[in-house]
T-cell receptor, first 115, second 110 residues
Framework: KQEVTQIPAALSVPEGENLVLNCSFT??????LQWFRQDPGKGLTSLLL?????REQTSGRLNASLDKSSGRSTLYIAASQPGDSATYLC??????????????FGDGTTLTVKP | GAVVSQHPSWVICKSGTSVKIECRSL??????MFWYRQFPKQSLMLMAT?????????EQGVEKDKFLINHASLTLSTLTVTSAHPEDSSFYIC??????FGSGTRLTVV
């Protein structure tokens, strides 16, 4: 059974700081991994999707890496801003067959960026 | 990715009543949709896979008679929470194709 762990559970940083969020998973036979942002009481906003064959993906100030063999992914946020404050979720998607499309989520990292 | 509309955004109901939540794929014909549940301060847990034209498949521990799923068309899946109890209060969110998520429904049972 796939288990996804995110560390730290909460993080508070001053504005402008670069930071790294960590995600680890127990079963390396994944199809892809996706990072989401969730604001309080809201749905999920997709940030980055990394296929199992890829090592990293970048979008603006965000960079996500994937090391499938070691079961780890990191989300790097550069020059953090108060608007980045949210909970960040890592979701690991299983390989095909009956598991196609199903995601296992981590518990998230709640980020607070102080002005 | 697909554009997903989930309705209602929030609902309050009395214990013992049933509540229906809709998930619509606005620009993509989805043969498969997924329903997740998120309790406060916890992550999303997959409840069931909604299959167009056939029965939903439920994850272990999810009562299929309590959480009725209907996927009658390629653009609409519904989740009905039957005989709701306070412990069913949660955030329910659907996914189209596994990659795009709805905005979620906050259910409060009083």
């Amino acid at each position: 059974k796939q288990e996804v762990t995110q560390i730290p559970a909460a993080l508070s940083v001053p504005e402008g700081e670069n930071l790294v969020l960590n995600c680890s998973f127990t079963d390396s036979a994944i199809y892809n991994l996706q990072w989401f942002r969730q604001d309080p009481g809201k749905g999920l906003t997709s940030l980055l999707l990394i296929q199992s064959s890829q090592r990293e993906q970048t979008s603006g100030r965000l960079n996500a890496s994937l090391d499938k063999s070691s079961g780890r992914s990191t989300l790097y946020i550069a020059a953090s801003q108060p608007g980045d404050s949210a909970t960040y979720l890592c979701a690991v998607r299983r390989s095909g067959g009956t598991n196609a499309g199903k995601s296992t989520f981590g518990d998230g990292t709640t980020l607070t960026v102080k002005p | 990715g697909a554009v997903v509309s989930q309705h209602p955004s929030w609902v309050i109901c009395k214990s013992g009543t049933s509540v229906k939540i809709e998930c619509r794929s606005l620009d993509f014909q989805a043969t498969t949709m997924f329903w997740y549940r998120q309790f406060p301060k916890q992550s999303l847990m997959l409840m069931a896979t909604s299959n167009e034209g056939s029965k939903a498949t439920y994850e272990q521990g999810v009562e299929k008679d309590k959480f009725l799923i209907n996927h009658a068309s390629l653009t609409l899946s519904t989740l009905t929470v039957t005989s709701a109890h306070p412990e069913d209060s949660s955030f329910y969110i659907c996914s189209v194709g596994g990659y795009t998520f709805g905005s979620g429904t906050r259910l409060t049972v009083v």
